[in-house]
């Protein structure tokens, strides 16, 4: 079978309701990134944070996937099918995607603020149980965090994401600015030959690479627009 990669960004949930990073003035779902999403945001304010992850997460229990993501789980029946995402949200997962990357973490899961990575201390929340109350603790006694890849925090998954990228026989972006480093980098392990297409409405920065074909469609009509080129 022949290996498609999905290399996904904000774009791709925004018919599922959730907004993009770029384009907002600055703010991520209505708050300033650097309070929210930086390493320095969670130091000055952990309780600030917390509550935002509360809020996103309350909001991502009641979102669904979209056509977008279906389809990317259909393409299943005939392609080995990876998907790398920058998305925190699990709507891959819930669209039914078997192999899902989360190179900036995930909203279902808090961790130790001591070391995010130790898998003792990583707990996956419920819909019921989705709200960090303020102090609690991870098993280690440090403050319970967010399973959030921070800006100013490497990228553990970076690595095992460029190799699955230089196996690509065909490699499909959605809905990614592709600014943001060490992200945006990976499309440079794709093989000479690999066909990359680019699923998204408007021009980005990956666009100007002579490289790809832009289906320059939502993530849901690009999806079927792909379909019917592949
Ligand atoms: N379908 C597909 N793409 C869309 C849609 C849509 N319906 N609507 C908007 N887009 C596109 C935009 O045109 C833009 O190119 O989605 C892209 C979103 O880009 P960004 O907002 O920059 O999001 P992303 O690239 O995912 O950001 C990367 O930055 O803040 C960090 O860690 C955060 O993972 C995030 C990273």
């Known amino acids: 079978m022949k290996k498609i990669v999905f290399l996904t960004g904000a774009g791709m949930s925004v018919e599922?309701?959730?907004k993009t990073f770029r384009g907002n003035d600055g703010l991520w779902e209505d708050y300033p990134v650097e309070q929210v999403a930086t390493h320095e945001g969670w130091v000055t304010n952990p309780l600030l944070v917390n509550n935002f992850y509360n809020i996103l997460r309350k909001k991502l229990f009641?979102?669904?996937?979209n056509e977008g993501h279906c389809l990317i789980k259909e393409l299943e029946n005939d392609y080995e099918v990876m998907v790398i995402t920058q998305n925190v949200d699990d709507l891959h997962e819930k669209a039914g995607s078997a192999n899902v990357i989360h190179l900036h973490g995930e909203l279902t899961k808090v961790c130790s603020s001591k070391d995010p990575y130790d898998s003792r201390y990583i707990e996956q929340l419920t819909e019921d149980n989705c709200d960090v109350a303020p102090g609690a603790c991870a098993g280690d006694g440090s403050l319970l965090r967010p399973f959030?890849?921070?800006?100013?925090?490497s990228v553990p998954m970076i690595e095992p994401a460029?190799?699955?990228?230089?196996?690509?026989d065909i490699l499909v972006?959605?809905?990614?600015?592709?600014?943001?480093?060490p992200a945006a980098g990976l499309v440079q392990y794709a093989r000479p030959r690999t066909p990359i297409y680019l699923i998204d409405p408007d021009d980005t920065p990956a666009h100007a690479s002579g490289?790809?074909?832009?289906i320059k469609k939502g993530a849901s009509e690009g999806m079927k627009e792909l379909m019917k080129r592949l």
């Open 16 to 18: 599922s309701g959730f």
């Open 62 to 65: 009641t979102a669904k996937p």
């Open 148 to 153: 959030i890849v921070f800006f100013g925090e």
């Open 162 to 168: 460029a190799e699955i990228v230089a196996q690509a």
């Open 173 to 181: 972006i959605i809905g990614t600015s592709l600014v943001v480093y």
């Open 211 to 214: 490289r790809l074909t832009h």
